[in-house]
C-alpha cells in the first residue's frame, strides 16, 4: 500500500500552531518521522484557519523540502494554493485533490498534465457524495474521461470513492459502498486507476478511533485499495497494514515478518 501520511494538516493543534508561529522545527520533525515510520508520500495541508493559505502553503512546502525530496501530496481545495504548492514540491508531487464535477475537472487535469504529477480525484460533485456504489461509479467514469481527454496517464489518477464518519445519523451504508467502489474501479479501463481514501474520516468524532480507522483499513485492503491518507506513526495501524499485505501473499513469511517489512 502506498503510504501518505496526514500529520502535516493545519487541522492538528501542533501544525496549525507551527504555521501560526513560522516553527519549521515541528513541520521537519513531523515530515522526519512519518517518513521513519514508513510513509511513501507525505500530504501537505494548511488547515481551515491559514489567512493567507497560499503563503502558508508555500511556507510548508518549502520548509519540508529542507529535509526531504519525498513525494508531497498538495491537499487543498483551493486551485490557487494546489497550485503553488506544486510547483514548490517539483515532478513527484501529487495534488490532492479534486472534486469530479465537469468545472473543476477542467481546471485541475490540465494542471495535472502540465506538471506530470499524479492526481487524486474525489467521487464528490455539486450535487454532494453519491449515496452508493453506482453513484460513485458514474462520477469515477467522468474522471477517468476527462484524464484521458487531457493526456494524463490513468496509472497517474487515484480515484477517492470518500469515506465519511460512521458515527453520521443514516451513513451507516456508506463503508460498505466505498469497498464496493474500491473494487469496481479495477473494472473501469486497463490499465485502472488506482484507489486511495482520507482513511481517519471513518472514525472522527467517535471514541475508538484506532480500532475503527485499522479495522476499516484492512477491509479496504483486502478489497484492493492502493493507497491511503493514514496516520503513519500509529503503529498498531502499520502492523495491520504489514500484516494484510503478507496474509494477500505480497511478501513472504517470516517469524520475524514486522521487523522484517520496517528495516
Ligand atoms: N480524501 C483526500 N484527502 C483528504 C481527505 C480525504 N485530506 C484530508 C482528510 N480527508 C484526511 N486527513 C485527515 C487528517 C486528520 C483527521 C482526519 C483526516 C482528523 N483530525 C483530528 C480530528 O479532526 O479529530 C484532529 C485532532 C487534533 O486536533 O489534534 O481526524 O478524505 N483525498
Redesign the pocket.
Known amino acids: 500500500m502506498i503510504v501518505i501520511g496526514?500529520r502535516l494538516?493545519g487541522?492538528?493543534?501542533d501544525v496549525g500552531k507551527a504555521i501560526v508561529e513560522g516553527d519549521p522545527a515541528v513541520i521537519r520533525d513531523l515530515a522526519q518521522r512519518q517518513l521513519d515510520a514508513g510513509a511513501n508520500v507525505l500530504?501537505v495541508?494548511v488547515g481551515p484557519t491559514a489567512e493567507d493559505a497560499v503563503g502558508a502553503m508555500k511556507w510548508l512546502v518549502e520548509t519540508i523540502r529542507e529535509v526531504t525530496e519525498a513525494p508531497l501530496a498538495i491537499?487543498s481545495t483551493k486551485f490557487d494554493v494546489v497550485r503553488a504548492g506544486v510547483e514548490r514540491a517539483g515532478p513527484t508531487s501529487m495534488i490532492?485533490?479534486t472534486p469530479g464535477d465537469e468545472a473543476r475537472l477542467d481546471r485541475y487535469m490540465p494542471l495535472a498534465a502540465e506538471f506530470g504529477c499524479d492526481i487524486?480525484a474525489?467521487t464528490i460533485d455539486e450535487k454532494g457524495i453519491p449515496r452508493d456504489a453506482n453513484g460513485r461509479m458514474e462520477i469515477a467514469m467522468r474522471i477517468v474521461e476527462k484524464a484521458m481527454l487531457n493526456g494524463v496517464d490513468l496509472e497517474r489518477i487515484y480515484i477517492?470513492p470518500?469515506?465519511i464518519p460512521c458515527n453520521v445519523p443514516d451513513a451507516g451504508h456508506h463503508p460498505g459502498e466505498v469497498l464496493e467502489t474500491i473494487r469496481q474501479v479495477k473494472l473501469i479501463s486497463d490499465p485502472p486507476p488506482k484507489t486511495?481514501?482520507?482513511l481517519?474520516?471513518v472514525s472522527?468524532g467517535t471514541s475508538e478511533r484506532h480500532l475503527i480507522n485499522r479495522t476499516y483499513l484492512v477491509m479496504c485492503l483486502a478489497a484492493g485499495l492502493d493507497s491511503a491518507?493514514v496516520d503513519p506513526l500509529d503503529t498498531e495501524l502499520m502492523n495491520a497494514v504489514t500484516t494484510a499485505e503478507l496474509l494477500m501473499n505480497q511478501s513472504v513469511y517470516c517469524d520475524d515478518f514486522l521487523r522484517a517489512h520496517r528495516r
Open positions: 496526514e494538516n487541522m492538528f493543534k500530504d495541508n491537499d490532492n485533490s487524486i474525489l477517492d470518500v469515506i486511495t481514501l482520507g481517519s474520516n472522527q491518507i
